[in-house]
């Protein structure tokens, strides 16, 4: 059964995906010759990282529940912002302690993927 969505999560959810393509695409011809290997592979994580983590909000705003759903979709969206924002920013030659936001973002994932789970528990459990 398919669940309704405010416009404001499914925008959410269509900004995560089309910017990861966007970012993908850009990465791959515009950047291509610009960055060197490690800031091209950077580059890569980046968007790899962005595009499951779209596609786990789809999950979220779909599936989740409750407050665990609602945490589960911001704990998404923060990730991609703090985890592959800082990583998109270290590629294109941001500061190195720009490197220190990336594990927060990577923390915001894991509290996403918890809070996901404990969403989709049954009433019973």
């Known amino acids: 059964m398919r669940q309704n969505v405010s416009a404001r999560a499914g925008l959410l959810v269509g900004l ?3 910017s990861a393509v966007l970012l993908g695409a ?3 011809h515009a950047l291509r010759g610009v960055l060197d290997a490690p800031h091209s592979e950077l580059w890569h994580t980046a968007v790899n990282y962005h595009v499951w983590h779209a596609l786990a ?3 979220a705003v779909g599936l989740g529940r409750g407050r665990s759903g609602r945490v589960a979709t911001a704990s998404f969206a923060i990730g991609i912002v703090l985890f592959s ?3 998109y920013a270290l590629a294109l030659g941001a500061p190195r302690w720009c490197g220190v936001i990336t594990p927060f973002g990577g923390l915001a994932f894991m509290v996403g993927w918890i809070a996901l789970g404990l969403s989709l528990r049954s009433p019973a459990d």
Do not use: H, Q, W
């Open 26 to 28: 850009f990465g791959a």
């Open 85 to 87: 924002g800082s990583l």
């Open 16 to 18: 995560a995906g089309a």
């Open 57 to 59: 909000l789809v999950l």
